[in-house]
């Protein structure tokens, strides 16, 4: 920037005479450019730029002219000739080593000496970028050269070589994009929070175990099946997700959180490497947590029998995410003017258009997938796993049946599926459904023929697994209000990143109590009238409803995020 004001005066003038006034980066857009990045990680990543670079330039400038500095000359150093610069030093700059040796011998040091440093190399920066060159570049103390290692007829263009990048890189980072970029994706990524709270939760596993137990995560995908590595390990309490953020390096944590998925050539596609292990470690619940220091996770296919609660809450939430991604964009179609009119516009469409087609196949290949764990007619589904509220209010015990709707028509005034789902009440008709299912379970007096084995081995998988609730030791105080509407959502991933307070639980059981309580007035032969059915109980049902339960896309009715669906996953075996 000095030496650009300098002008003349400057040693380096004609190298820098020379270098191009204005730019096609995210940053030289006009609002009829930005229009196509709407919606695009790179129209937020131009925004987040804009704003670290205009908050470097503040302190910067804060730096330089103190207090009886020449005010003339201050007003030349505006905002613009900084955006200038910092344009030049990202797109032209090269990566090179912090000390050289000038001819007379003399070494040139930049910052501490060790490591990079980003150069300017005149001549060397019109090279313009292809991912098939081969280049090859030589750094030492003395010399710096760029080798090109294969033949190039006379008067063709010599070509320079980025390294793969994708279009959403070769956009922010030089101004223009790849039409077929076989480099190109989707960019992924967890908030600084999450990220740092699986780092230390890898961290304190790899400390725990021998190192022939390491498993390199599988992320590779085809159009038929899924084979990720999913760890298990401990749960993230609503906003507890370290005790100290400090802790940990954040820059590090953030530059170690880049992660994509990309579409193959065998029509397949594939996640960065880890992302689908870290994600499982971060929707895991108390009870996978509880055994990942016991078990050795594998990879596995999505439809054996290894399927999982927490593979289901990976796949579900990876999908949620991308549908996220791509109604963002898709939301500014109507935007649009019918063609590109420049040629930043032209590069903006083409990453638009590839992160669309990337979205769309993998949520094409997912969504299938997913819909074979979930359909009617599914192994899974067959064998009762993966449960939804239809699936209760259909194919319960008979005589469990007819007393849960009744306590549904006592809490909720209505046993419809599409009613309770309006009201809120999901998680009522589950625990409620749960809580009669373990009452049904103990009865001696229960047909053996009439309840599916497959419940049974879920009950008594949850008693192993969540501890027994004590006696009754809480009055029961009927609350002013119910409550069964008012909860906030549960702590996901996708739907936060902090992770929100719940309501208190216990209030919660008590509001359910008083429908049960107001059911068994009305049918005094109800299940449900068993002193064994009290807050505590009510409660230990509430929490596994939440814990074993998954925020499911709804594939048939709409991507709009209200039609997420709750379900549960019936585990029922030891890994």
């Known amino acids: 920037m000095k030496q ?8 380096w003038w004609p190298y820098i005479n020379s270098l191009p006034r204005s730019f096609s ?14 919606g695009t990680n790179l129209g937020n990543a131009k925004e ?18 103190t207090d009886g500095f020449d005010v003339e000359q201050k007003r030349l150093w505006t905002w613009e000739p900084y955006l200038w610069a910092a344009t030049v030093m990202t797109t032209r700059s090269f990566s090179g080593p912090a000390s050289f040796n000038r001819n007379g011998g003399e070494s040139l040091v930049a910052g501490d000496g060790v490591g ?35 033949s190039i007829p006379a008067g063709r263009q010599v070509w320079n070589n980025y390294d793969p990048k994708s279009n959403e890189e070769l956009i922010m980072g030089y101004g223009f994009s790849l039409p077929k970029n076989i480099s190109d994706h989707y960019s992924l990524g967890f908030s600084p929070a999450i990220a740092a709270y699986v780092k230390a939760t890898k961290a304190r596993r790899l400390a725990r175990k021998p190192s022939s137990d390491t498993v390199q995560s599988q992320s590779t995908m085809g159009p038929d099946d899924i084979q990720p590595k999913l760890d298990r390990g401990t749960v993230r309490r609503g906003g507890q997700v370290l005790e100290s953020l400090e802790d940990f390096n954040v820059e590090e944590i953030l530059e170690q959180n880049i992660h994509w998925v990309r579409l193959l050539e065998n029509e397949s596609f594939e996640f960065s490497p880890h992302f689908l292990q870290n994600f499982s470690i971060a929707v895991e619940n108390p009870r996978e947590a509880c055994m990942a220091d016991d078990c050795s996770a594998s990879k596995t296919h999505l439809s054996d029998g290894d399927f ?3 593979k289901l809450h990976v796949i579900c939430a990876v999908i949620m995410i991308l549908q996220k991604g791509q109604r963002a964009i898709r939301k500014h179609d109507e935007d649009l003017p019918e063609a590109p009119q420049n040629s930043k516009q032209v590069d903006a469409a083409r990453y638009r258009d590839s992160q669309l087609r990337i979205l769309g196949s993998v949520l094409d290949s997912m969504c299938e997938c997913l819909k074979s764990v979930t359909a009617a007619n599914s192994p899974e ?3 009762h796993r993966v449960v939804q509220l239809e699936h209760i209010l259909r194919n319960s015990p008979k005589s469990l049946l007819k007393d849960l709707r009744g306590v549904l028509n006592a809490g909720l005034r209505t046993r419809d599926p599409i009613k309770i789902r309006e009201r809120g009440g999901v998680d009522f008709a589950f625990t409620i459904w749960l809580c009669g299912l373990w009452i049904y379970s103990q009865s001696d007096l229960r047909e053996e023929d009439e309840i599916n084995p497959k419940y049974l081995r879920w009950i008594r ?3 192993h697994n969540y501890a027994e609730p004590t006696e009754e030791s809480i009055d029961h105080q009927r609350p002013e209000d119910l409550v069964l509407a008012m909860r906030a959502d549960w702590f996901d991933p996708v739907r936060s990143a902090s992770g929100n307070a719940e309501p208190d639980s216990t209030f919660i059981a008590r509001s359910y109590l008083d429908a049960v309580q107001a059911a068994g007035e009305k049918r005094p032969q109800s299940i449900y009238n068993d002193g064994r059915i009290n807050v505590r109980r009510l409660e230990w049902c509430l929490n596994i409803i939440k814990k074993e339960g998954v925020w499911c896309p709804n594939l048939d009715q709409g991507e709009n995020e209200g039609d997420d669906d709750w379900v549960l996953f019936l585990e029922v075996g030891d890994c």
Not at 4 to 11: D, F, V, W
Not at 26 to 38: C, F, T
Not at 118 to 147: E, F, M, T, Y
């Open 308 to 310: 999982s609660r927490n």
């Open 461 to 463: 998988f949850l008693q």
């Open 116 to 150: 990079r440093c980003p150069v300017l190399i005149p001549g060397l920066d019109l090279l313009n970028h292809s991912p098939s060159a081969k280049v090859s570049w030589v750094w030492d103390a003395n010399v710096c050269a760029l080798r090109v290692e294969e």
């Open 4 to 11: 650009n004001l300098l002008k003349e005066q400057s040693p």
């Open 25 to 38: 980066t995210p940053l030289w857009y006009d609002d009829n450019d930005l229009i196509w990045l709407r």
């Open 48 to 65: 987040v730029r804009e704003d670290a670079w205009r908050q470097e330039y503040e302190n910067t400038m804060q730096l330089l002219f």
């Open 381 to 383: 589904a067959s064998e």
